[in-house]
């Protein structure tokens, strides 16, 4: 599937860029209305789990400064700030972008949705599986960080006399080899996830 | 005394919700009347109203939590697109008056609209447009952080 964005990016479709540095820019959105613009990666990534995160902190900060440039150039009445992650959620392109759009009283855009009604122990079915899911992904990251930490301190130790060894705490050495799949299967979890969410509908 | 927020009582625990995360700066709950099921929303702890008065470590932090949540959807509910939507102002159809990010499942064909009509421009009339932000973004920004 051909990109647009990283079309505009290399120069192979006009683009309006408001904002530029080494690793994103601030575009003129040309499939939205007037004053629409998109912050984007300059690097080809498709969804927002796919950005890492030093990226999507500068992303982050990019979004606020530019939802404030809007709304005081164009004396806005107010901006949305909209990610659609995902080809089915509204995604344009296959290519993550956050979008600010400039909105004025009574401009005959709506963006709401409906709101449902769910019964009250389908709430809790939900809330026991999501908040499973969160914890066991932070926990994931707190090990990720632990080992990396580990592996640091590793490197910089000296080797460690046979005394230190059995006084190390398990964490160590031991279940590193039972880690090591794990780490592949979340490679392939997220690439499957990239495939799924920029599926054509 | 100043009229109570409901979002600050959530925060503060004096109101009740199927909270999901929880840190310093921010808390995600279930949105009991959701546009889809698993319809999460996402607050700053601290009251503001719209997301460029957070301080940069907040934003920051809210979009390293957005990742998270928006990723623990995706597993969890086995979804192929999640939408992430922030109102500044009762023009963008902001109904609170606290910041309110809403991380919204997506589906097929779920109805749900959060997206603009393409309205056509010419070349002259973008460049005129991107020289005024730019111009507003080299005031705004980059005069600032000389001063600084």
Same mark, same amino acid.
Request: net charge negative; charged share 25%.
């Given at each position: 599937?051909?990109?647009?964005?990283?079309?505009?990016?290399?120069?192979? /479709?006009?683009?309006?860029?408001?904002?530029?540095?080494?690793h994103t820019?601030v575009?003129?959105?040309?499939?939205?209305?007037?004053?629409?613009?998109l912050i984007a990666p300059?690097?080809?990534l498709?969804i927002l789990e796919s950005i890492p995160d030093p990226l999507l902190m500068h992303l982050g900060n990019l979004t606020a400064k530019t939802a404030?440039?809007?709304?005081?150039?164009?004396?806005?009445?107010?901006?949305?700030i909209i990610i659609n992650n995902?080809? @089915?959620?509204?995604?344009?392109?296959?290519?993550f972008s956050i979008s600010i759009?400039?909105?004025?009283? +009574?401009?005959? /855009? !709506?963006?709401?949705?409906?709101?449902?009604?769910?019964?009250?122990?389908?709430?809790?079915?939900?809330?026991? !599986?999501?908040?499973?899911?969160i914890?066991?992904t932070t926990?994931?990251d707190? +090990?990720?960080?632990?080992?990396?930490?580990?592996?640091?301190?590793?490197?910089?130790?000296?080797?460690?006399?046979?005394?230190?060894?059995?006084?190390?705490? @398990?964490? +160590?050495?031991?279940?590193?080899?039972?880690?090591?799949? !794990?780490?592949?299967?979340?490679?392939?979890?997220?690439?499957?996830?990239?495939?799924?969410?920029?599926?054509?509908? | 005394? &100043?009229?109570? *927020?409901?979002? *600050?009582? %959530?925060?503060?625990?004096?109101? #009740?919700?199927? %909270?999901?995360y929880?840190d310093d700066v921010c808390i995600a709950?279930? &949105?009991?009347?959701?546009?889809?099921?698993?319809?999460l929303i996402l607050i700053p702890?601290k009251?503001v109203?719209i997301f460029p008065q957070l301080e940069k470590d907040e934003i920051i932090h809210i979009f390293a939590t957005l990742k998270l949540l928006s990723n623990s959807l995706?597993?969890?509910?086995?979804?192929?697109?999640t939408s992430i939507f922030i109102?500044n102002?009762?023009?963008?159809? #902001?109904?609170?008056?606290?910041l309110l990010i809403h991380i919204?499942?997506? #589906?097929?064909? &779920?109805?749900?609209?959060?997206?603009?009509?393409?309205?056509?421009?010419? &070349?002259?009339?973008?460049? $005129?447009?991107?020289?005024?932000?730019?111009?507003?973004?080299?005031?705004?920004?980059?005069?600032?952080?000389? $001063? #600084?």
């Amino acid at each position: 599937m051909v990109c647009n964005v990283c079309g505009e990016f290399k120069g192979a /479709i006009k683009s309006f860029v408001v904002y530029e540095d080494q690793h994103t820019a601030v575009l003129l959105d040309q499939n939205g209305i007037s004053g629409q613009v998109l912050i984007a990666p300059r690097i080809h990534l498709p969804i927002l789990e796919s950005i890492p995160d030093p990226l999507l902190m500068h992303l982050g900060n990019l979004t606020a400064k530019t939802a404030a440039v809007v709304y005081k150039t164009l004396n806005t009445d107010g901006t949305n700030i909209i990610i659609n992650n995902g080809l @089915i959620a509204g995604q344009k392109e296959p290519h993550f972008s956050i979008s600010i759009i400039p909105r004025y009283d +009574n401009d005959g /855009i !709506k963006l709401l949705w409906q709101q449902k009604t769910i019964p009250d122990n389908e709430l809790d079915e939900l809330h026991k !599986k999501i908040t499973q899911e969160i914890e066991n992904t932070t926990k994931q990251d707190d +090990n990720i960080e632990k080992k990396e930490t580990t592996q640091q301190q590793t490197e910089n130790q000296q080797p460690p006399t046979p005394n230190q060894q059995q006084s190390q705490p @398990i964490s +160590n050495t031991p279940q590193q080899p039972e880690e090591k799949p !794990k780490e592949d299967e979340e490679i392939s979890e997220d690439n499957y996830q990239v495939k799924r969410l920029t599926r054509r509908p | 005394m &100043d009229e109570p *927020c409901l979002f *600050c009582n %959530i925060a503060n625990k004096k109101a #009740q919700a199927r %909270i999901v995360y929880e840190d310093d700066v921010c808390i995600a709950f279930l &949105d009991p009347k959701p546009a889809t099921p698993g319809h999460l929303i996402l607050i700053p702890k601290k009251h503001v109203l719209i997301f460029p008065q957070l301080e940069k470590d907040e934003i920051i932090h809210i979009f390293a939590t957005l990742k998270l949540l928006s990723n623990s959807l995706l597993k969890s509910l086995k979804l192929e697109g999640t939408s992430i939507f922030i109102a500044n102002g009762i023009a963008a159809e #902001q109904h609170a008056t606290h910041l309110l990010i809403h991380i919204i499942p997506r #589906q097929e064909n &779920d109805g749900i609209n959060l997206t603009t009509n393409k309205v056509e421009f010419n &070349d002259q009339e973008y460049t $005129e447009l991107t020289e005024k932000l730019k111009e507003k973004w080299y005031a705004m920004f980059v005069e600032n952080s000389k $001063e #600084q």
